[in-house]
């Protein structure tokens, strides 16, 4: 499998065939939501089966292992009905999870149980109960679901917020918030007190931010998950950054440059010296472009230091840097001594203060290729940032060759997705590019359960790559404006991010409303 011989579908297929079942192809299935119900999702987790049909008081389980007695037998007990297995394929029967089998009512039946327990332990330090507690205590299975499920939503962030009557609960899906379980407030401490014991943070200390990490294994991969506290008013707010490394890794054809864009950036990357930002707010993809421009451009032969904070995906074959204010090692002392470290390529987390900018630049300058991210609306304005800061000019010209600056829209569902057109008006109003004789066919977002009812399925890059030119280069020398510069590149080819977004909303990606949500 690791080498892709073979596919799931092919082992199933095998599977069936050596024991005598029959083989179910679920890639185009609709599973109702009564013939759900029959089988509690704890049950089809824990023995990896599904209701797949109802028929002459007959169930058919989709099974990975349909000789499995004992999961049968329970299914009989508990439904009552004959079971007639079926053998499925292991990535389609996680796809049916993650379409149909939600953990919302099982976290709203634990919460219920926390909220009894905690009420009869009334009086007793939770901290002492917790060193007791096994994996099927209520407050272990309630945190390991709200993180399962997480994963399987595709969720970027975990918020846990107390507040004085509930404790709410809160995932980040696609660059948006989505409440998905509301809790009594008696179940606070014991869910965060969990939290802080697995991400060994001082669980005493509640009147200070904390930072940890936990590490947990879903469906054979490893994904650690960054943690923060903040005391708030009505207690301690927990968030969780998920770091998928398996969702990291890839191709330059997956950031979904525009052909013109992808070109102008693999031309800035594949020079030996220089420096490239990326620039955008915070959650805007700056990071993974840049990953993807290391994975590239990385190979045995050259030496690839980083400087990071925090580092949040490890790279095979990169030398990555921690970030320790502590200890004295901030960006600039890193940079210092990786560039004592005979590096090729330097990638510098983020460009902050005048120290930082001014050694990234002189390491451009010098034979290396650095990249790096800067926090500004759009790519002109990385370069009077740059002057801003502190650095010369001169220098600013001389040793940027590109900067990228993007933006995240959600990516349209293409299960669901409504074909439409929009009234000639509106499109002038926005100056989007058509040809009144011919309108544009666009998409509007309905939702499904594929997409959680939202719409949107992933997202997708805005981009928008300005590359350096002797005119540009005048103009920074010269201290023009960044409204200067903007037109400057604009007249040189440069296409600007709300124009990007509406090449992707003809090509059918996005819709108008989130590229206008996006991009300004």
């Given at each position: 499998?690791?080498?892709?011989?073979?596919?799931?579908?092919?082992?199933?297929?095998?599977?069936?065939?050596?024991?005598?079942?029959?083989?179910?192809?679920?890639?185009?299935?609709?599973?109702?939501?009564?013939?759900?119900?029959?089988?509690?999702?704890?049950?089809?987790?824990?023995?990896?089966?599904?209701?797949?049909?109802?028929?002459?008081?007959?169930?058919?389980?989709?099974?990975?292992?349909?000789?499995?007695?004992?999961?049968?037998?329970?299914?009989?007990?508990?439904?009552?009905?004959?079971?007639?297995?079926?053998?499925?394929?292991?990535?389609?029967?996680?796809?049916?999870?993650?379409?149909?089998?939600?953990?919302?009512?099982?976290?709203?039946?634990?919460?219920?149980?926390?909220?009894?327990?905690?009420?009869?332990?009334?009086?007793?330090?939770?901290?002492?109960?917790?060193?007791?507690?096994?994996?099927?205590?209520?407050?272990?299975?309630?945190?390991?679901?709200?993180?399962?499920?997480?994963?399987?939503?595709?969720?970027?962030?975990?918020?846990?917020?107390?507040?004085?009557?509930?404790?709410?609960?809160?995932?980040?899906?696609?660059?948006?918030?989505?409440?998905?379980?509301?809790?009594?407030?008696?179940?606070?401490?014991?869910?965060?007190?969990?939290?802080?014991?697995?991400?060994?943070?001082?669980?005493?200390?509640?009147?200070?931010?904390?930072?940890?990490?936990?590490?947990?294994?879903?469906?054979?991969?490893?994904?650690?998950?960054?943690?923060?506290?903040?005391?708030?008013?009505?207690?301690?707010?927990?968030?969780?950054?998920i770091l998928d490394n398996s969702g990291q890794v890839m191709?330059?054809?997956?950031?979904?440059?525009?052909?013109?864009?992808?070109?102008?950036?693999?031309?800035?990357?594949?020079?030996?010296?220089?420096?490239?930002?990326?620039?955008?707010?915070?959650?805007?993809?700056?990071?993974?472009?840049?990953?993807?421009?290391?994975?590239?451009?990385?190979?045995?032969?050259?030496?690839v230091i980083t400087v990071e904070d925090p580092v949040e995906?490890?790279?095979?074959?990169?030398?990555?840097?921690?970030?320790?204010?502590?200890?004295?090692?901030?960006?600039?002392?890193?940079?210092?001594?990786?560039?004592?470290?005979?590096?090729?390529?330097?990638?510098?987390?983020?460009?902050?203060?005048?120290?930082?900018?001014?050694?990234?630049?002189?390491?451009?300058?010098?034979?290396?290729?650095?990249?790096?991210?800067?926090?500004?609306?759009?790519?002109?304005?990385?370069?009077?940032?740059?002057?801003?800061?502190?650095?010369?000019?001169?220098?600013?010209?001389?040793?940027?060759?590109?900067?990228?600056?993007?933006?995240?829209?959600?990516?349209?569902?293409?299960?669901?997705?409504?074909?439409?057109?929009?009234?000639?008006?509106?499109?002038?109003?926005?100056?989007?590019?058509?040809?009144?004789?011919?309108?544009?066919?666009?998409?509007?977002?309905?939702?499904?359960?594929?997409?959680?009812?939202?719409?949107?399925?992933?997202?997708?890059?805005?981009?928008?790559?300005?590359?350096?030119?002797?005119?540009?280069?005048?103009?920074?020398?010269?201290?023009?404006?960044?409204?200067?510069?903007?037109?400057?590149?604009?007249?040189?080819?440069?296409?600007?991010?709300?124009?990007?977004?509406?090449?992707?909303?003809?090509?059918?990606?996005?819709?108008?409303?989130?590229?206008?949500?996006v991009a300004v």
């Amino acid at each position: 499998m690791s080498q892709n011989l073979t596919s799931e579908a092919q082992i199933a297929e095998a599977i069936a065939l050596q024991t005598g079942h029959r083989y179910y192809d679920m890639s185009e299935i609709d599973i109702a939501p009564d013939l759900l119900a029959l089988v509690p999702g704890a049950l089809c987790r824990k023995y990896q089966l599904i209701p797949l049909d109802l028929m002459r008081g007959k169930v058919v389980l989709g099974m990975l292992d349909p000789t499995d007695i004992i999961a049968i037998d329970d299914v009989t007990s508990l439904t009552d009905l004959q079971v007639e297995s079926v053998v499925v394929a292991a990535d389609a029967l996680h796809n049916a999870f993650e379409r149909f089998l939600r953990s919302d009512e099982e976290l709203s039946d634990l919460s219920e149980q926390m909220g009894e327990s905690a009420t009869s332990t009334a009086g007793v330090t939770f901290t002492e109960t917790l060193e007791e507690q096994d994996a099927d205590a209520p407050v272990v299975r309630f945190v390991n679901l709200l993180i399962t499920q997480a994963i399987n939503d595709r969720a970027s962030d975990i918020h846990i917020e107390p507040g004085e009557h509930q404790l709410t609960v809160r995932y980040r899906i696609d660059g948006v918030l989505h409440e998905m379980q509301k809790a009594d407030r008696g179940i606070q401490d014991g869910v965060i007190s969990r939290l802080k014991i697995m991400s060994a943070i001082d669980i005493a200390e509640r009147r200070r931010p904390q930072d940890g990490r936990l590490s947990v294994t879903h469906e054979g991969r490893q994904i650690d998950l960054r943690v923060a506290t903040l005391p708030t008013v009505w207690g301690e707010k927990i968030v969780m950054r998920i770091l998928d490394n398996s969702g990291q890794v890839m191709a330059m054809s997956d950031l979904r440059f525009s052909s013109i864009n992808e070109q102008r950036f693999r031309e800035a990357i594949s020079r030996p010296h220089g420096m490239i930002l990326a620039t955008g707010p915070t959650g805007s993809g700056k990071s993974t472009t840049l990953y993807t421009a290391l994975r590239t451009v990385a190979n045995p032969r050259i030496n690839v230091i980083t400087v990071e904070d925090p580092v949040e995906y490890r790279i095979a074959g990169v030398n990555q840097v921690q970030v320790n204010n502590r200890a004295g090692l901030t960006f600039a002392a890193a940079l210092r001594s990786i560039l004592r470290s005979d590096p090729d390529v330097v990638l510098v987390g983020e460009i902050r203060d005048q120290e930082t900018a001014v050694i990234s630049i002189e390491a451009a300058l010098t034979g290396h290729l650095v990249l790096s991210t800067l926090h500004t609306n759009d790519a002109p304005s990385a370069l009077t940032r740059l002057t801003e800061i502190g650095t010369e000019p001169f220098l600013v010209a001389t040793a940027l060759s590109a900067v990228v600056a993007q933006r995240l829209a959600r990516r349209l569902c293409l299960r669901c997705r409504s074909a439409y057109t929009e009234p000639e008006g509106v499109l002038e109003a926005l100056n989007f590019p058509h040809d009144p004789s011919d309108p544009p066919q666009l998409y509007n977002a309905v939702g499904c359960q594929a997409c959680s009812g939202t719409g949107y399925r992933g997202r997708i890059g805005l981009h928008e790559v300005m590359m350096m030119s002797d005119e540009i280069e005048q103009l920074v020398v010269a201290r023009a404006t960044g409204t200067a510069m903007r037109q400057l590149a604009l007249q040189q080819g440069m296409v600007a991010l709300r124009d990007d977004g509406w090449s992707k909303v003809a090509q059918g990606l996005t819709t108008i409303e989130e590229v206008l949500r996006v991009a300004v």
